[in-house]
């Protein structure tokens, strides 16, 4: 039997050239969707959301009560200044896939904003409006605010692997660090950091007492904490990216002090009070 010619080779890296062509552009076709298409979408619910939740907070401050928690509903508005001074996004309650369409999630059964243990929050990394797409770029006493109908919440991200020795000098010297503890010395949070890449299935990660989900803790005790959790790595989602803060401060919205523009304790008043980070 005699070697192939050179016409059945030609025919051969034809077709495989032709296979390799069409799976790129179906590649390129599924990353345009994932990174464009469902960003729009996304932009597009995330509107209407916004314009929800400020009807939500209307009729909340006219009762005085907060909005229901119902799946799908925004709750919550999450602030990071650090991503720039227009970066907002309505939170919704649920970690679903519908839920997470239409921006950052809840976790249903976490804590809410302000109340002791953990508030965790949900969010793409890519696609989708990517609301968690730069996360990795926190650093420890960065804030994340958390608007609800009453009161704005000041988070600040904990120490880093490798900061604890310092700490007490970074607290001293910095001022945006002054109320961010080091938790090293504490056995109920010594695994808690200000950034962890942990595998998918810890769930604990979002437990009241994060990494001791049977934690016997009193609510009193616990600290009042506030995880964000997406993909890793960016366009993987082998792993989880987790980012831990402490709550620092609260303004509340009925200060008698007002700002022209944005309404009684508005986000850039606040913004002031913290000096911008």
Known sequence: MGRPSLGVWYRVLRTVGELLITAGVVVLLFVVYALYVTGFQTAERQRSAEAELDRAFAAAAAQRQRPALIRGKPFARLYVPAFGTDYRFAVVEGVGRDELAVGPGHYPHSALPGEPGNVAIAGHRVGRGAPFRWVDELRSCDAIVLETSRDFLVYRVLPMAGEHASWEQR??????????????????????LGRKVVAPDRSDAVAAVPYRADSTLPIAQRKALLTLTTSHPEYDNSQRLVIHA????????DVADRDDQHGPAGYPRVLRQIGGR
Not at 171 to 192: F, G, K, N
Not at 246 to 253: M, Y
């Open 171 to 192: 607290r001293r010297t910095d001022p945006h660090c002054a109320q961010v503890p080091s938790l090293a010395d504490d056995r109920e949070y010594r695994q808690v």
């Open 246 to 253: 402490v709550l620092t401060n609260q303004f509340s919205k």
